[in-house]
């Protein structure tokens, strides 16, 4: 059961990271040329994101904090009982919210 919700939430940081993959602009640096594209278009390059960027993008209120319903983004495909007991894992003081602190200490680590 533990790594089904793992895998589920792993699925989850991939589209979040896909989200944010859509939201970065483009950085201006002409030492790098523009690097050709190997993969068919409209599909993102694979990426490893930090806890940070993850965080971000879930915290859709920009409070600095994940609820529940926040949080059970990286879990879509996951029953309401299996995220919050995951919820609850992650949420090391248990006061029903997650911190970037919290957060990172249970991220996954590459």
């Known amino acids: ?7 589920i ?3 989850g940081l991939v589209a979040a990271g896909t989200m944010v993959y859509g939201q970065q602009q483009p950085q201006d640096n002409p030492k790098q040329p523009p690097q050709q594209q190997s993969q068919p278009p409209g ?19 920009h409070d600095g904090k994940l609820s529940e319903e926040e949080f059970s983004k990286l879990f879509r ?21 997650i911190t970037i602190e919290e ?6 680590q590459q």
């Open 43 to 61: 599909q993102a390059p694979k990426q490893s994101m930090t806890a940070e960027q993850v965080f971000a993008t879930l915290d859709t209120n």
């Open 103 to 108: 957060f990172k200490a249970s991220y996954p």
């Open 9 to 11: 939430a792993l699925g």
């Open 1 to 7: 059961m533990k790594y089904s919700i793992l895998r």
């Open 77 to 97: 495909d996951a029953n309401a009982a299996d995220v919050q007991q995951e919820f609850s894992r992650w949420d090391k003081n248990g006061d029903h919210v």
